[in-house]
């Protein structure tokens, strides 16, 4: 923990709501702490903002511990920053330099209308889930835990899936704005474990057409989704998920 | 008027209370159900299934979060796993046992039935998990594997590698999705409670704004539900998330709801220190870590050597130093308090001083590195990833932070708290916890809530009480509407030199310091002095810019704090009435020779619960006497 | 039939369609690659090979149609995917940083244009009738189609032409072979690995055979070599 601080050149995209055309816009911020988090960093400039009565920059956060996948923004072109593995919350100012110029974009997709500054709508993936992410079981209707057998390694496999926290930097990542990583997680958490099997086929289907239908781009096999993944989400999903597409269409 | 505090348990043998009372109630006909509109207020594990299996029953739900999806919960964050009584391993298991480790855990302050049904129920909700396609750890023949947690002496806890409660939460999620896919529920996303309706007598429904647009809206219902979590961020400074408010359970205590025990609170031993005055929260690192690592700082005060040069024998391991039998391993508040101590001592390290090692290397040289890799390997990584410092090579540092809130709106045995149609379930009540919560307890008890007990009980309400049908129209909606516009008006107003976070900051460091780990009457009254001063300053300096028809943050944000400036004072209020140790509530005063909590059976064994009476007016007290009839009241030990 | 259809409108679906025309494509380049390496075994052969191929009659005029049909399929389902992925991002980011993607990746959309542009310089020096003269005569001698490809490519500016247009072709099938098993789901495609390798070794296969031919017939052409063979 060091006690230097640096100095930073911000070039923040800035928007008042989902119909303005937005720009950039420039601050410079000092006494920024290497230790300090990329959101505590903007924390303190919207500070700053403030004390001189202008707006702060809007941008989304919860947990700030990498979990909650709330937060998310565009940093110098790419998806939660340079590091690999990392969510933005996550991703420390350790990472830049004095006197680095640092230009903060939302992650940018017709899927995702920004709502402001760097907020986005991300409701897609909700709808996404609704055309069948789950698995129809009522509150009460279950066998005992123990009588569904699942071999480890599924069970293993379908957690690698399911650890998707819904963040959105695959649809920014990709050169397509396609959302095919988490969709295809999200399908395959179900369809690698025995409980989703009745509804396999009709979940990728439907899935997809939600997908298709929120405006999200193709996948074109470029891997940059598992490249920006904090999560580390393999593309292999997105095979699978293709094959079961196929199956589910033909 | 003084509500009496019945708590409504009923009848029988401990054992027997919840089927017998299942039976009891009455039911409403399904044809029925859909004419019935219930509001759920957050979308954690409490909410989300209690909102999905309403409406699986046939309730109209309609369902509210402030984040941008239901996903996004703060329960998501929980790491270690979710207790269930189910006895897989064979090692003397069971619901009996479970029930008897939380009562004696929750340090005798929480209420037995509640306890007892808690404990009769965790085994539905693995079996309810695992069939939505929660993807629990496994053995190798294909059953779910279990660890033991916190110290229990049984393995009773289920877990999802490192990221339990994400997965539960995605489970419940799922289901409250597909009942939102069928029309049944109705989501609202980044909206935000902001006053309770309450028409005669009974709660009717909330007001809300909507966080993109800033419409303030009314929502009408036979019953309110909330879900919406602890009180941990008024100390600034926790684990929690940063959105995590008091607002909805405040407000509604504001309409008459009364809030209990909310002097106990949860403090977590083994988080990362603070690194400086721009750091917004605290992260947590499983408390797994002490099985290994010794905890020590330098004998001597203000000794600002690195670790490495400080030799063995200028060293303090203190926890095996008081406690000889526990060592490194005693429980939660025991270990945050004594960091307390040897900080004030002016002992602790790193460049705050508000620090402690946290040591591996005995263990590193005892077992490998790969062996430490192994255990706590994603530990680390996110040490390392946060601090910059390898653990494998220095001492971690560590400190306590705010972790969990024991306290919360008061409910009788149904989870309805004392205005009719109000039920209040997860973290948000004050429930089964006592003065302290054990680990792998808060997922089972939100989905204990939401799956298997609201549904039920909301049900024994809404057919046995006479709701008359109401509009948005009422002329108390209005009412309430205006109090939240003119709230909203007044905080744009004022226009003032000081940022929320300023004056949540100064909130947070004083109830930290004077209402933490530990507590004594003058720091306390000294809080009670100091708390209404920053509200005043508040309202009088705070600057929120924008306008309240847009998505505005800070607006967001100071309606929080402001709520937080008004609840502080409760909370404060409450560990100073409550003369006595007890699990998170620990005062200076009440002390055993050892150092531990010293309880009050007498004069204290009850439920605390507030009735305000008006900002910054003394509330009045209602107790719900505690009776202890199958666990017998005990002092803990771990010398 | 409406199943069908929503296939076929569906992203996954249109994606599969250039997989599957691509697979065709793919087949006719090596078969195209194979014939035409007998360049190297002479005009006699080379022109018994061409001759073979023009008295298919119909059965060619079916195969032409086939492959013109494939490569439209293949051309416009990816317009269509393109235009829409560029409606998918909406404003563009001011800064991009492209982290694991390769070369070939990279300018697939590119190179698929370059290939398309090459295609109709390639049919007009050898199938059509071209608005520029084309002769079979090599040193006073009538070598019919042997003598058609060799006079086009011993033009210098012509040859590096078709080299950059048959690497580019490398470079195109090197991303777009392993992404057909990606795209039905051979998960072995997914990671660095034997689909992969394979998928690159088609490219560079591919570019070096058909590069190899210009530089052949120049080598040929000024070393004196040519003569050796006519005598």
């Not at chain 2, 929660?134 to 393995?155: K, M």
């Not at chain 2, 402690?356 to 530990?379: E, S």
């Not at chain 2, 939240?484 to 947070?508: A, P, Y």
């Not at chain 3, 390798?197 to 088609?202: A, E, W």
């Amino acid at each position: 923990m060091s006690a230097k601080t640096i100095k930073l050149t911000l070039k923040v995209w800035r928007q008042k709501n989902a119909k303005s055309k937005g720009k950039f816009e420039t601050h410079k911020l000092d006494h920024v702490s290497p230790d300090a988090s990329f959101l505590e960093m903007l924390d303190q400039l919207n500070e700053n903002l403030t004390l001189k009565n202008n707006d702060p920059i809007a941008f989304d956060h919860d947990c700030r511990e990498g979990i909650c996948g709330m937060c998310g923004a565009v940093v110098n072109g790419e998806a939660h920053g340079p590091e690999k593995s990392t969510t933005l919350c996550q991703l420390h100012m350790r990472h830049f330099k004095n006197g680095d110029t640092i230009i903060i974009e939302p992650f940018r997709a017709k899927g995702f209308p920004v709502i402001k500054d760097l907020a986005i709508d991300r409701t897609a993936f909700d709808r996404v889930i609704q055309a069948g992410g789950y698995i129809s079981v009522r509150t009460g209707s279950a066998p005992d835990a123990n009588v569904i057998l699942i071999p480890k390694d599924a069970s293993d496999s379908a957690m690698d899936a399911a650890q998707c926290i819904g963040c959105g930097a695959c649809v920014a990542a990709c050169p397509n704005a396609s959302a095919m990583l988490f969709v295809s997680a999200k399908i395959n958490h179900l369809s690698l474990l025995p409980q989703g099997q009745p509804e396999r086929y009709s979940r990728a289907k439907n899935m997809v057409l939600q997908m298709d239908k929120e405006g999200f781009g193709n996948c074109s096999n470029e891997y940059q989704c598992e490249a920006a993944c904090p999560k580390d989400i393999s593309v292999e999903n997105i095979a699978r998920m293709n094959r079961d597409y196929v199956k589910a269409s033909l | 008027m003084t509500k009496s505090l019945n708590s409504n348990i009923p009848e029988g043998a401990m054992h027997e209370k919840w089927t017998q009372h299942k039976f009891n109630m009455k039911l409403v006909n399904p044809a029925n159900k859909r004419k019935h509109t219930v509001i759920v207020v957050g979308s954690g594990l409490a909410g989300a299934s209690a909102a999905a299996s309403l409406s699986e029953l046939g309730y109209k739900v309609k369902c509210f979060c402030f984040q941008d999806s239901p996903r996004r919960a703060h329960s998501i964050a929980a790491q270690g796993g979710i207790n269930a009584s189910k006895n897989y391993p064979n090692d003397g298991d069971s619901p009996r046992r479970l029930f008897y480790d939380t009562v004696k855990g929750g340090d005798f302050r929480a209420r037995e039935a509640n306890v007892h049904r808690l404990a009769e129920i965790s085994n539905s909700i693995i079996d309810q998990c695992v069939a939505q396609g929660v993807p629990f750890a496994r053995e190798y023949g294909g059953t779910l594997d279990n660890r033991s947690f916190g110290g229990a002496q049984v393995s009773r806890t289920f877990y999802a590698r490192g990221q339990t409660g994400q997965q539960l939460l995605l489970g419940a999620y799922s289901a409250l999705e597909k009942e939102i896919a069928k029309g049944s529920v109705e989501m609202f996303s980044r909206t935000e409670m902001l006053e309770l309706i309450v028409i005669d007598g009974k709660a009717r429904g909330i007001v809300t704004r909507n966080l993109v647009t800033g419409k303030i809206e009314s929502h009408i219902a036979d019953a309110v539900v909330l879900g919406t979590g602890g009180y941990g961020n008024a100390y600034f400074l926790s684990t929690n998330a940063m959105g995590c408010n008091v607002t909805a359970t405040w407000r509604a205590h504001k309409k008459g709801a009364y809030f209990a025990n909310p002097c106990y609170t949860q403090i977590h031993p083994t988080c990362i220190p603070v690194h400086g005055d721009s750091q917004s929260k605290l992260t947590l690192m499983s408390e797994s870590l002490r099985n290994d690592g010794r905890v020590w700082v330098p004998k001597q005060a203000d000794d600002k050597r690195p670790a490495k040069q400080i030799p063995e024998d200028e060293r303090d391991y203190y926890l095996e130093r008081k406690y000889p039998s526990f060592g490194n391993l005693v429980p939660r508040d025991l270990a945050s308090r004594n960091a307390k101590y040897v900080c004030d001592e002016g002992r602790g390290v790193g460049p705050s001083g508000l620090a402690v090692y946290l040591d591996f290397a005995d263990a590193i040289k005892r077992l490998g590195k790969d062996t430490i890799k192994a255990r706590y390997g994603n530990l680390f990584d996110m040490y390392q990833r946060i601090s910059a410092s390898d653990p494998y090579k220095e001492p971690m540092m560590i400190y306590p932070a705010i972790h969990y809130t024991m306290g919360g709106l008061w409910v009788d045995y149904n989870l309805m708290s004392n205005l009719p149609g109000l039920f209040v379930i997860g973290e948000a009540n004050f429930s089964d916890h006592g003065a302290n919560r054990l680990g792998a307890s808060a997922l089972m008890q939100g989905l204990a809530d939401g799956y298997f007990i609201l549904p039920y009980t909301i049900g024994n309400y809404l057919a046995g009480t006479k709701i008359d049908p109401i509009t948005v129209s009422h002329p108390d909606v209005a009412t309430a509407e205006k109090t939240v516009i003119n709230k909203t008006e007044q905080l744009l107003s004022i226009k003032g030199t000081r940022t929320v976070d300023d004056f949540h900051r100064e909130l947070g460091l004083l109830l930290w310091d004077k209402c933490g780990m530990a507590r004594d009457e003058s720091g306390l009254k000294e809080a009670l002095k100091r708390i209404p001063e920053i509200r005043e300053a508040f309202w009088k300096d705070v600057n929120v810019l924008g306008s309240p028809g847009e998505f505005n943050q800070t607006l967001e944000r100071a309606g929080r704090v402001a709520d937080f400036l008004e609840f502080g004072e409760l909370l404060v209020t409450d560990a100073l009435h409550r003369k006595e140790s007890c699990g998170g509530h620990f005062r200076e005063e009440y002390q055993t020779d050892e150092g531990e909590a010293q309880r009050d059976d007498e004069n204290f064994c009850y439920v605390a619960a507030w009735e305000f009476n008006g900002v910054g007016e003394t509330p009045t007290l209602h107790k719900e006497a505690l009776a202890f009839e199958e666990v017998h009241l005990t002092q803990r030990s771990y010398k | 039939m409406s199943t069908f259809k929503t296939y076929l409108n569906s992203s996954i679906g249109k994606k599969q369609v250039v997989a599957v025309s691509g697979v065709a494509l793919v087949i006719f380049i090596i078969l195209h690659l194979i014939g035409n390496l007998l360049i190297f075994k002479g005009p006699e052969l080379f022109n018994t090979y061409a001759h073979a191929l023009h008295s298919m009659g119909r059965l060619l005029q079916v195969m032409e149609i086939g492959l013109f049909l494939t490569f439209s399929v293949h051309i416009i389902f990816t317009i269509a995917l393109i235009i829409e992925n560029k409606n998918a991002r909406g404003r563009a980011y001011a800064v991009t940083k492209n982290k694991n993607r390769s070369f070939a990746t990279q300018t697939m959309r590119y190179t698929g244009p370059l290939v398309l542009f090459f295609l109709i310089l390639h049919l007009l020096d050898f199938t059509w009738s071209a608005p520029w003269p084309k002769t079979s005569i090599v040193n006073g001698q009538d070598l019919a189609t042997y003598g058609m490809v060799f006079n086009a490519l011993l033009n210098p500016m012509r040859a590096v032409v078709y080299i950059a247009a048959v690497c580019s072709l490398g470079f195109h099938l090197s991303h777009g072979v392993q992404s057909v098993f990606q795209s039905f789901g051979v998960v072995s495609a997914s990671r660095p690995g034997p689909i992969r390798t394979i998928s690159k070794g088609l490219g560079y296969i591919i570019a070096i055979g058909f590069s190899s031919i210009p530089l052949y017939i120049n080598y040929i052409h000024y070393s004196g070599a040519l003569l050796c063979h006519l005598q």
